[in-house]
């Protein structure tokens, strides 16, 4: 169901940022919101709070971002408060900013490995990247496990490359399980 929803809602959105040739300008204003509305959670609360009506909501809305964002932004909100999706903002702006990597050709990346990677490391990571895959750009992510031993694990997408220690070790445990059964 909540699928669904950012489903629907994401791609209305969609719709109105390609209609009104806004999508860099609401993908940066989304991505602004999502850090305000992770720092301040306490708006949340207050946007799903049965007790408290949907025109003082909306009052709240106004008074926080009108003039901040976009009037279709501010319009998109409203109509969420109204229609009680609040509780799903999250998943419907993440939708949102999804399809507009995969609509410009950014490729998502996050890479793991057991010691930090020097720029000019990242760098070919990056460009093998983007030579083996379709994207036209990519946005990288980079984290430390020091459990990997060595080697790296790289997600894209539902893709996972993993030539990590950690894993060749694990796979021979296994086989070597099979053989002694």
Do not use: C, W
């Not at 301040?40 to 809305?61: A, C, H, T, W």
């Not at 990242?122 to 946005?139: C, D, F, G, H, P």
């Not at 694990?153 to 220690?165: F, H, T």
Request: charged share 30%; no cysteine.
């Amino acid at each position: 169901m909540a699928k669904l929803i950012s489903k629907t809602y994401g791609d209305a959105l969609l719709e109105i940022a390609k209609e009104e040739n806004k999508l860099d300008l609401f993908a940066e204003e989304i991505t602004e919101l999502q850090d305000i509305f992770k720092d301040n959670p306490e708006f949340g609360r207050l946007m799903v709070n049965p007790r408290i009506s949907v025109e003082d909501k909306l009052d709240v809305l106004k008074n926080v971002f009108d003039g901040k964002i976009s009037k279709e932004l501010m319009g998109f909100f409203s109509m969420i408060i109204s229609k009680s999706r609040y509780d799903h903002i999250d998943e419907i702006l993440t939708y949102f900013t999804a399809e507009v990597k995969r609509i410009k050709g950014i490729g998502v990346a996050y890479v793991v490995t057991p010691l930090p990677l020097k720029d000019d490391q990242k760098n070919v990571i990056e460009r093998k990247l983007l030579a083996t895959t379709s994207y036209k750009q990519m946005e990288m992510h980079y984290e430390v496990d020091e459990e990997l031993i060595g080697g790296m694990r790289i997600r894209i997408g539902d893709r996972v490359v993993d030539s990590s220690i950690q894993t060749k070790i694990i796979k021979m445990q296994q086989d070597m399980m099979k053989i002694m059964v």
